[in-house]
């Protein structure tokens, strides 16, 4: 369970049907905002998490956002860490040709719990073969 408190107003996340993976989260702004073109902003949601140590909630873009409007989590996958206590904002950016306004309550991102893994890191003079070794972008394919 992730405990939340929310501002006076501001929306709890929900998931929009029973398979969805990703819960909408929603702006809480006093006045719309306008994102131009190229431009990105921080936009508060009124929301503060307390999640469970050993989780993290990943910021995902909405995709009916990304087609119909180019407005895209900039950061994504965003990570909210377990420590982490003050308010949620979501880092949005405007790729397409045209200013798009945010009005309160309008569903800006999706946020997805995952389990989180701290392994520790070693240094090491060499590391062992693999198969495709030291190929990098575009090694394996188009």
Do not use: W
Request: overall charge negative.
């Amino acid at each position: 369970m992730i405990r939340i408190k929310a501002e006076k107003g501001a929306r709890i996340p929900h998931y929009a049907t029973e398979g969805a993976a990703g819960a909408d989260v929603s702006a809480y702004l006093d006045s719309p905002v306008i994102l131009r073109p190229g431009e990105y902003k921080a936009i508060p949601t009124g929301l503060s998490m307390e999640i469970p140590e050993g989780y993290e909630v990943q910021v995902r873009p909405r995709s009916g956002l990304a087609l119909k409007h180019g407005i895209t989590v900039l950061n994504a996958p965003g990570t909210i860490d377990s420590d982490y206590r003050g308010e949620v904002k979501v880092l949005l950016i405007n790729h397409s040709s045209e200013a798009f306004t945010i009005n309160n309550g309008d569903r800006i991102a999706q946020i997805v719990v995952a389990r989180n893994y701290r392994l520790p890191f070693e240094e090491a003079d060499d590391l062992s073969d693999s198969a495709r070794g030291e190929g990098g972008f575009g090694s394996t394919g188009v």
